[in-house]
Every structure is written in C-alpha cells, then in structure tokens.
C-alpha cells in the first residue's frame, strides 16, 4: 500500500463547474500537508498548505481531517488554466530528517 | 519566492556515458536539498537527501554508486548518473529548503534525461 493515495482520475469537469479530490495517508506520525499542482512536464509548485482548522485561499479550499488520515481540495468555479496533475503531499517529520512524500497524483482537465 | 535552478534543463546521452545534473538555490543558502526522480505518468519519488558538508542518504533501491550526490557549498548541489542506461531516461527534479529549516521545499524546474 502507498503512504501516500490519491484517486489518478482523470477529472474532466466543464469550466464553472466545483470539483474535490481526496488524498489518504498512512502514516499517523505525518506533520504537515500540503497541496502542490504540477503543469505538464514542469516542476511542482506549492498551492496550499494544509491545516486542521481547514484552510481557504480564493477559489481553493483545503481540509484534513487528522482521526481518518484524509486530506481534501476543493476547487470552486474553475477555470481552464485549473487544468494540472495536483498533488498530495505529507511531511512524514518536522526535524531536518523530515522527508516529504508525493502521492501519485489526480489528473483534472476543465473543459470550456 | 526562493528560487532554485537546475542545469541542464535536458539531456540527451549514449548508454554507458556518465552525466552530471546541477541544482543550485539562488537567492537562499540550501543546508539540505532533495533529489527526485518522476517517470511518466508517476509521482515525484525521492531519491535521496543531499545536506552540505556530509554524505547524502539514500532511499532503499537507490544505487550510491550509481547517482552520485555532492553538496560541497550552500548554493549547490550535484547529481551525476554514471554509466547511464535507457532505463535511467526520467526527469529529474531537485528541491532545496532553506537553513531555518523550514519545511517548504522549493523546487528546481527538472532536468529531462533520455539516454540512447
């Protein structure tokens, strides 16, 4: 089993439209969360950090519920250039050891 | 943001030739910075953790003698495949974080990597 799962999709949702993604994690010991999205063929980039209370930035919202080792995103109004692979991401520890685990990604495509 | 760098943005090389990937943070002094490989249509994987001055730690299934890692300054650090094969075509993406040992990690654009 992965540490890190996340639903590959593709996602093919149209413009405007809300859509979520679910992530689990494995290990309880886990830090900190993160949400990174990664265009084609380009590096990860940081969309949110995520915490307990849940998080909102724009049109972004991030939860985690700690007791089910579950991370959500949910992205409302989306736009075209919301098309990307977002990634999963969990800190497994907050020393300078910590080691960041990526899960496989979910796809999402937003059509016009 | 922090800024990382990596050179060569793309390779091309013949089996059997060694190449060496450079990742540099620009703007920020890196004590540790991560290797990353990612395969088509597969999530990032962590290869190893380079930190400035010492050896790097290797991921199990991670050949030492094969990805070679240097971190000799702050500002850099280096990954040399020796002796690639085809099956070592990937991209290659390295990410930095900064010496207040925050747990952001900022990454480099990737190195793509196609060996004949």
């Known amino acids: 089993r992965k540490e890190v799962e996340q639903d590959p999709g593709p996602f093919n949702v149209p413009e405007g439209a809300t859509v979520a993604f679910n992530c689990t994690y494995s290990?309880?010991?886990?830090?900190?969360f993160f949400w990174y999205r990664q265009d084609c063929r380009k590096e990860p980039k940081l969309l949110m950090s995520?915490?307990?209370s849940g998080n909102e930035d724009g049109r972004f919202t991030a939860q985690l519920n700690r007791a089910s080792q579950y991370i959500s995103l949910l992205i409302r109004d989306s736009k075209l250039s919301d098309s990307a692979t977002y990634l999963c991401v969990v800190n497994r520890g907050g020393s300078s050891a910590s080691k960041i685990i990526f899960g496989s990604g979910t796809r999402l495509s937003i059509r016009p | 943001g922090a800024v990382v760098s990596q050179h060569p943005s793309r390779v091309i090389c013949k089996s059997g030739t060694s190449v060496k990937i450079e990742c540099r943070s620009l703007d920020f002094q890196a004590t540790t910075m991560f290797w990353y490989r990612q395969f088509p249509k597969q999530s990032l994987m962590l290869m190893a953790t380079s930190n400035e001055g010492s050896k790097a730690t290797y991921e199990q299934g991670v050949e030492k003698d094969k990805f070679l890692i240097n971190h000799a300054s702050l500002t850099l650090s280096t990954l040399t495949v020796t002796s690639a094969h085809p099956e070592d075509s990937s991209f290659y993406i390295c990410?930095?974080?900064?010496?207040?040992?925050?747990?952001?990690?900022?990454f480099g654009p990737g190195t793509r990597l196609l060996v004949l």
């Open positions: 995520v915490y307990s």
């Open positions: 290990n309880s010991a886990s830090q900190s």
């Open positions: 990410s930095a974080r900064d010496r207040t040992g925050a747990t952001t990690q900022y």
